[in-house]
C-alpha cells in the first residue's frame, strides 16, 4: 500500500521543534480563541506535542506516531484531522523526510506561537468566524478578558533612553562571531497567520474590471492583495464586485486605505445577506480522501455530489440561480453547526425536503427530521440516503393508505380523517414492513432512475 504525503502511519517517527516561547498568555489564547475554531482535539495534539520538548529545550527526541497514539488515545485518522486544522490555521508546519533509502520516514512538526490576542482578535479572517462562532455576546467578553482599561488624564513619559544607561562602545568591539548556517536560534515569538491555499480570487482578471485612472502596480500592493484574498474568501466575492470595492476605498491616488475596504464589503454583504454573518464550516475529508476513486454507480456518484458541495451551493442550485434567503442559510448551517451533520449528511437532508416538499425548505420540517437522523445516529451520506428513501417510501404508502381510506368512507369521515392525518402523519411514525421480492426490486428500479433523473439535473446545473 502507497502513502501520501499527507498520511502518516503509526511506525512513522517524528520529532517537535519550537523556536518560541510558550506562555500563559499563550495558552489562553490558544484555548480561548482558537480551540472554537478548531476543536478540543487539536488544541490537545498541540500542546501534547509541546509538552514533548524539555525545559530550555527546542528540540525534542524522536518518537513514533504509535506513542502518540497511545498518548493521546485516538485514533490515526482523528490526529491527522487535529493535524490538519493546526497547520491551516497557522499553528503547525509539518516537514517530511526519507530516510533508510526511503523506508522509513520521519516528520518534523514545527510549532508556533499562537497570534497575540489582539493580532487574532484584529484579524479580518479569523476576528470574523471566532465572532460568529461564539455570538457577538461572548465575542464581546473574551474581547474584554484580554483588554485593560486606558489610563485617562494627562501623564508624562519619564522612561530613561538607552544611551542614558548604557557608554557607547568602539568600532572595534562590535565585531560578532559569524552566525551558524546550520543551527536555527530561537526567537522570542514565531507566529503564522492562516494560508489560504490558492486564490479565491484571480489577480489578472480582477484588474480587467478596473477602470483606466487606477494605478494598478501602485495600488495593489502586496499588502492589499492578501487582504482582498481574506475578503473574498470569507464573503464569496467575485472580481467585477471586488474591483468596485477597491475604487471606492481609494485614498487619493496612490493609497488603498483597506479598513475603508473591509468597511464596504461588510455593508455590501449585510444588505445583500441580511445580518446573518459568514461561518467558518471545515471542509469534508472524505471527498479529499477518495476523489481519486471513480464512482461504480449512480448511487456513488450522488454520494460524491453531496460530499464535495458545499450546502450553499446546493441551495443554489436547487434555487435555479437566485439568491438564497438568510433563513434558508441559518437552517443549512444549523444542520452542520447544531446537528453535527457532516455538511455531505445536510445536503442529502436539504436536497430530499426540498425534492419532496416544492422546493420549499420548511423550517419544523428540516428540524424534525434532522431530529430523527441525530437520534438514528447518521454520520454518512450513505446512511442518509437509505433513511431518507425509507421515508419517502412510508410517507407514500401513508398517502395511498389515505387515499383509499377517503374513497371507502362516506364525505363526512373522510374529512375527519383527513383533520387527523393532518395532525398526526403516519408515515412519520409507521414502521416500515417488509415487501415481496417483486416489489423490492420494483422499488428499487424506481429509486435507482430518480438518482440518475437527479443527476442528470446535476449535470445541466441543477435545474429542473
Known amino acids: 500500500m502507497s502513502w501520501t504525503w499527507s498520511e502518516v502511519r503509526p511506525v512513522d517517527g517524528y520529532r517537535v521543534r519550537m523556536m518560541g516561547p510558550f506562555s500563559e498568555m499563550d495558552q489562553k489564547a490558544l484555548v480561548l480563541l482558537y480551540q472554537p475554531l478548531i476543536g478540543a482535539l487539536a488544541v490537545n495534539v498541540y500542546l501534547t506535542l509541546y509538552y514533548r520538548l524539555e525545559r530550555d529545550t527546542y528540540m525534542c527526541q524522536g518518537s513514533t506516531h504509535r506513542e502518540l497514539m497511545v498518548t493521546l488515545g485516538e485514533q490515526m485518522h482523528l490526529i491527522l484531522e487535529a493535524r490538519k486544522k493546526l497547520e491551516a490555521i497557522g499553528l503547525l508546519t509539518t516537514l517530511m523526510q526519507h530516510q533508510n533509502d526511503g523506508e522509513d520516514r520521519m ?8 497570534l497575540s490576542a489582539k493580532e487574532f482578535l484584529e484579524d479580518p479572517l479569523l476576528g470574523v468566524f ?3 462562532r461564539i ?5 464581546k467578553e ?4 484580554f483588554s485593560t482599561s486606558k489610563l485617562t488624564g494627562e501623564w508624562e513619559d519619564k522612561t530613561v533612553a538607552f544611551n542614558d544607561v548604557f557608554q557607547a562602545i568602539k568600532d572595534s568591539e ?3 562571531d559569524p552566525v551558524d548556517e546550520h543551527v536555527d536560534t530561537a526567537t522570542s515569538r514565531q507566529t503564522e497567520q492562516p494560508v489560504i491555499a490558492g486564490e479565491p480570487l484571480d489577480p489578472v482578471t480582477l484588474k480587467t474590471f478596473l477602470p483606466p485612472f487606477f494605478l494598478q502596480e501602485k495600488l495593489l500592493t502586496n499588502e492589499v492583495l492578501v487582504v482582498v484574498q481574506q475578503l473574498a474568501f470569507i464573503y464569496k466575492i467575485d472580481e467585477k464586485t471586488m474591483s468596485r470595492f477597491l475604487v471606492e476605498a481609494m485614498v487619493g491616488d496612490d493609497t488603498i486605505d483597506t479598513e475603508r475596504l473591509r468597511l464596504k464589503v461588510k455593508d455590501w454583504y449585510r444588505t445583500t445577506h441580511g445580518q446573518t454573518p459568514p461561518k467558518l464550516g471545515m471542509r469534508t475529508s472524505k471527498a479529499s480522501q477518495d476523489s481519486s ?3 461504480v454507480s449512480e448511487d456513488d456518484k450522488m454520494v460524491q455530489y453531496y460530499e464535495r458541495i458545499s450546502p450553499l451551493d446546493l441551495l443554489t442550485s436547487l434555487s435555479d440561480g437566485a439568491s438564497v434567503s438568510p433563513a434558508d442559510l441559518r437552517l443549512a448551517e444549523s444542520l452542520v453547526h447544531d446537528y453535527q451533520f457532516s455538511p455531505g449528511v445536510a445536503n442529502t437532508l436539504i436536497d430530499y425536503v426540498m ?5 420549499k425548505l420548511d423550517a419544523a420540517l428540516v428540524q424534525k427530521i434532522a431530529g430523527h437522523w441525530s437520534r438514528k445516529r447518521i454520520k454518512t451520506v450513505e446512511e442518509a440516503m437509505r433513511l431518507a428513501k425509507q421515508e419517502y417510501k412510508n410517507r407514500k404508502d401513508a398517502k395511498h393508505k389515505q387515499t383509499n381510506a377517503q374513497k ?14 393532518d395532525k398526526l402523519p403516519k408515515w412519520l411514525t409507521e414502521e416500515p414492513k417488509e415487501t415481496s421480492e417483486d416489489t423490492k426490486k420494483k422499488k428499487t428500479k424506481e429509486d435507482r432512475q430518480a438518482f440518475e433523473s437527479l443527476l442528470e439535473q446535476y449535470q445541466r446545473g441543477g435545474g429542473e
Do not use: E, H, I
Not at 516528520?107 to 499562537?114: A, E, G, I, S
Not at 455570538?135 to 465575542?139: A, I, S, T
Not at 473574551?142 to 478578558?145: A, E, H
Open 293 to 295: 476513486k471513480q464512482p
Open 174 to 176: 562590535l565585531q560578532q
Open 135 to 139: 455570538g457577538r455576546n461572548r465575542f
Open 142 to 145: 473574551v474581547r474584554r478578558r
Open 355 to 359: 425534492r419532496t416538499n416544492d422546493k
Open 107 to 114: 516528520f518534523v512538526y514545527d510549532l508556533k506561537t499562537p
Open 408 to 421: 371507502a368512507a362516506p364525505r363526512k369521515a373522510r374529512n375527519q380523517g383527513s383533520n387527523r392525518q
Open 130 to 132: 471566532l465572532q460568529n
